[in-house]
């Protein structure tokens, strides 16, 4: 079927053009709605023409009127919905352009100049840039491509041995794990000592149960680690072992300065790795005159008990006088549940100390006669 507008008429000073084909599709009150069914569509735009999509109004609920994508004809899932609102894509999987670069934009409205009253979604209309969109972007804001925002989610989030997350404290948490390899093995001679994998992972046992198993495990896929010792089966003549995969580490460098705030809290152990070049503190002498010493160290005691404990101090240095008096030591009581600083002193004095006695030849540095 060819359709043509040769011969059209079209009155003067009307918006119309003798190019434009007009299909109008009307009922005894107004428009109607078209339904096309076919075996395939295609929407082709030949000789630099465009594609619009232009929904109008709202439904009988008062609910702006959408662009839907839908499998099965129609009668299957809805996969894209569009309208000013929202934009909704549900699919599987999504693809981007590796090197596609992702901008941020705002837009500016005005009034519509062919508003239908009767049609609060005619109102207003959008501005037009020079690009001829009509999205306003700031060059100067951040951008990015999709390889670097998927690189940064996967640094972060991609693997079972690494997580980002906010603890149940609320605290910000980047960390890395151990993680357990599986692998299939063939049933031993002596059945002894074989664990049902079940016993320590109900995920695990699902997953030979579906004949589809990761390639590495972590802590929250067990309710007791595995043996790397041991073989395991489900029960139904699968035999494999777990092999522990260390943790990686993670490294944090600066070109230049790397500041850190706050309270830091180490754990277990702190190593300053090779310090070539020293271990630096300042004293400062301030703008208004002040000595400040920023190098000071404190031993915090920290009673977890649910009883008081009393701490040993320093020694008293009023009962070591000239006189004669002893050496004793002070105490300090820290109430169940707190904490108290019970000891400090400046690394600037320690330093002092230590060059002063072997200057002197004295404690470890002292020479026998």
């Not at 002040?290 to 915090?300: E, F, P, Y």
Request: aromatic share 8%.
């Amino acid at each position: 079927m060819t359709l043509s507008t040769k011969g059209k008429q079209v009155e003067s000073g009307s918006n119309d053009s003798s190019n434009v084909m007009n299909v109008n599709v009307t009922t005894g009150s107004g428009k109607g709605y078209l339904k096309v069914r076919a075996q395939a569509i295609d929407l082709r735009c030949e000789e630099h023409g465009g594609i619009a999509l232009q929904p109008k109004g709202e439904d009988g609920s008062g609910n702006q009127n959408k662009i839907k994508f839908e499998h099965g004809g129609g009668d299957g899932l809805e996969f894209g919905t569009f309208n000013t609102e929202k934009t909704s894509i549900f699919t599987d999987e999504y693809r981007f352009n590796k090197d596609g670069v992702w901008k941020m934009a705002t837009r500016q409205t005005e009034a519509s100049d062919k508003a239908d009253v009767n049609d609060p979604t005619t109102a207003l209309k959008y501005i037009k840039q020079d690009d001829d969109f009509y999205d306003i972007v700031d060059e100067d804001d951040p951008q990015c491509t999709t390889k670097d925002i998927i690189k940064t989610a996967y640094a972060m989030n991609g693997g079972k041995d690494r997580h980002t997350k906010i603890t149940n404290k609320g605290a910000i948490e980047i960390a890395t794990n151990v993680t357990y390899a599986i692998s299939e093995t063939s049933e031993p001679e002596n059945l002894t000592g074989v664990v049902s994998v079940d016993t320590i992972s109900q995920k695990v046992a699902s997953d030979v149960t579906s004949g589809v198993l990761d390639k590495t495990y972590n802590e929250g896929d067990f309710t007791t680690l595995p043996d790397t010792t041991k073989i395991y089966t489900d029960g139904g003549g699968t035999y494999f072992e777990f092999v522990e995969v260390p943790a990686p580490s993670i490294k944090i460098e600066s070109g230049s300065e790397l500041k850190l705030g706050g309270i830091l809290d180490f754990g277990s152990s702190f190593n300053f790795g090779e310090t070539d070049n020293g271990i630096e503190v300042q004293n400062k002498y301030t703008k208004k005159g002040a000595l400040k010493d920023c190098g000071k160290l404190k031993v915090i005691a920290v009673n977890n008990n649910s009883s008081a404990y009393t701490f040993n101090t320093l020694w008293d240095p009023t009962a070591n006088s000239n006189a004669g008096g002893s050496v004793t030591e002070t105490t300090v009581s820290v109430p169940a549940g707190e904490s108290a600083q019970i000891a400090e002193a400046s690394i600037y004095d320690i330093i002092k100390l230590v060059n002063y006695m072997k200057d002197n030849n004295q404690g470890p540095w002292e020479t026998n006669p």
